[in-house]
């Protein structure tokens, strides 16, 4: 294994949950980024692997829901709308699809940084205000 390769499996097996979940929204945002660029130059080859990357991103954000609490519902919704947004962008090689799709996934990715950011009492008072 690479020294680069190796560095990023170590990264990756250190970070916490929520920097995992932090990690695949930036990655979303990046693979979108790029398919937006590929689609205006026309290059429809790395436009497709960058939304399949996207559609696999999401999906991984996806497999690890708990669909039994209200959130993780709610989460499941909004991941199966970006998949299926994302794979018509990719049909349909659509820019202005793309772009609609990353203010999304960027208060996603906002949302899960601030909670990183809290305590754990900081997080169940916020469970409290929210189930009142």
């Given at each position: 294994?690479?020294?680069?390769?190796?560095?990023k499996?170590q990264?990756?097996?250190?970070m916490?949950?929520?920097?995992?979940?932090?990690?695949?929204?930036?990655?979303?945002?990046?693979?979108?980024?790029?398919?937006?660029?590929?689609?205006?130059?026309?290059?429809?080859?790395?436009?497709?692997n960058?939304l399949?990357?996207?559609?696999?991103?999401?999906?991984?954000?996806?497999?690890?829901?708990?669909v039994?609490?209200?959130?993780?519902?709610?989460?499941?919704?909004i991941?199966?709308?970006?998949?299926?947004?994302?794979?018509?962008?990719?049909?349909?090689?659509?820019?202005?699809?793309?772009?609609s799709?990353?203010?999304?996934?960027?208060?996603?990715?906002?949302?899960?940084?601030?909670?990183g950011?809290?305590?754990?009492?900081?997080?169940?008072?916020?469970?409290?205000?929210?189930?009142?």
């Amino acid at each position: 294994m690479n020294p680069y390769a190796a560095y990023k499996k170590q990264s990756v097996t250190t970070m916490t949950p929520i920097e995992i979940v932090i990690k695949l929204y930036s990655e979303t945002e990046r693979e979108l980024n790029r398919s937006v660029v590929f689609i205006k130059e026309k290059n429809y080859e790395s436009a497709n692997n960058a939304l399949n990357k996207s559609v696999d991103l999401i999906a991984a954000l996806r497999s690890v829901l708990d669909v039994n609490l209200p959130i993780g519902k709610n989460l499941d919704a909004i991941y199966g709308f970006l998949e299926k947004q994302i794979i018509a962008a990719n049909v349909k090689k659509d820019v202005e699809i793309v772009n609609s799709l990353l203010p999304m996934v960027a208060e996603l990715k906002d949302a899960f940084t601030q909670i990183g950011a809290m305590s754990k009492d900081e997080i169940a008072a916020q469970s409290l205000q929210v189930s009142k």
